[in-house]
């Protein structure tokens, strides 16, 4: 949507200017409330991290609890997602799927079955990959792994 298009749409809109370096900090601070909860992080780019649960989990009181922390020291206004896999991609799929201000977990079992229908865009593919895919008529992970 452009700006005519959204100020159109809703003529009480306020744009605001981006602000890098104040984002940056946000992004920095969200990442020290994480550790301070306890868990082991690792940035991949601003708005996504990863985090292990195994060493929090027990003194958590499990894994749902362990997630709750993590949602609350985010705060439920960044509306975060959270995704938990056993595999790095599923858990990043899960987290895409998650409802804002949720957790969505994928048993090992069924990693398959959730990541069949999602778009190929999960994968850290080339231009030239995403072309020959398209033309073979690939577009899901499941039609890859096919």
């Known amino acids: 949507m452009t700006v005519g298009e959204a100020l159109a749409t809703c003529p009480e809109l306020t744009l605001a200017r981006p602000d890098p370096a104040a984002a940056a900090e946000l992004w920095e601070q969200l990442l020290r409330r994480l550790e301070n909860v306890g868990?082991?992080?690792e940035p991949l780019e601003p708005g996504y991290v990863l985090f292990e649960t195994a060493g929090i989990e027990?003194?958590?009181?499990?894994?749902?609890?362990?997630?709750?922390?993590?949602?609350?020291?985010?705060?439920?206004?960044?509306q975060p997602r959270i995704g938990v896999a056993e595999r790095r991609l599923a858990?990043?799929?899960?987290?895409?799927?998650?409802?804002p201000g949720r957790a969505l977990v994928v048993d090992d079992n069924e990693t398959a079955l959730f990541l069949e229908p999602l778009p190929l865009d999960l994968l850290p593919l080339s231009t030239e990959q995403r072309n020959e895919l398209s033309a073979l008529a690939v577009r899901r992970l499941g039609g890859f792994a096919a």
């Open 39 to 41: 868990l082991t992080i």
């Open 58 to 78: 027990s003194l958590a009181g499990g894994l749902r609890a362990a997630l709750e922390r993590a949602l609350t020291a985010v705060g439920r206004e960044w």
């Open 91 to 99: 858990a990043v799929a899960a987290a895409g799927a998650a409802a």
